[in-house]
């Protein structure tokens, strides 16, 4: 019996606005991971525990991947909405990322209400730590999640970041 060759992701950068993103994608086309440059050492911590035995190698993503988180960054905070996202993660992990993205571009939600949502309104602890764990940043909006106060709270990519994210969709 042969050995499975690992999987060999592609590693593109994409220029934005607040900040070069790196974009993961798959050989089909799916986006594994999707993070800053200032939050590279995370966004590899990330794939190592999702996409384990995996290569990276640099190049450039799908162009209809990447022409979308383009459009998101100039102004067509729906352009994400249709990319197909492959993560590993556990199921209740899963379950709150796909919340995530359930989430409307320029509406926020509590982790109280994100609990809600997938029908475990007791989990909120356990909720923002999925959120926490989500390696695909923008796309599974984590940066939608706020305090119960109305508060910026915790943001792998840092608060001004987070600001700029929800500001930009709400102009939209």
């Excluded at 070069?20 to 590899?44: H, I």
């Excluded at 993660?89 to 796909?98: A, I, P, S, Y």
């Excluded at 509590?110 to 949502?117: D, E, F, P, R, V």
Aim: charged share 25%; hydrophobic share 40%; with cysteine.
């Amino acid at each position: 019996m042969r050995n499975a060759q690992p999987e060999t992701l592609t590693l593109d950068r994409v220029a934005t606005p607040v900040g070069e993103v790196l974009l993961v994608t798959d050989g089909e086309g799916a986006v594994r991971a999707l993070d800053f440059a200032d939050y590279e050492d995370r966004m590899s911590r990330l794939l190592r525990r999702h996409a384990p035995g995996a290569t990276v190698a640099d190049g450039r993503a799908p162009e209809g991947v990447r022409a979308a988180v383009e459009r998101y960054f100039s102004g067509d905070v729906r352009a994400l909405d249709g990319l197909t996202v492959r993560t590993g993660g556990t199921e209740f992990q899963r379950t709150v990322w796909k919340a995530l993205r359930a989430i409307p571009a320029g509406e926020t939600r509590t982790y109280g209400q994100l609990a809600a949502a997938i029908g475990s309104p007791r989990a909120v602890r356990a909720a923002g730590l999925a959120n926490g764990q989500n390696p695909i940043a923008v796309i599974v909006p984590c940066h939608r999640v706020i305090g119960a106060n109305g508060t910026l709270t915790g943001y792998a990519g840092g608060i001004e970041r987070k600001r700029w994210l929800l500001d930009h969709e709400r102009r939209a």
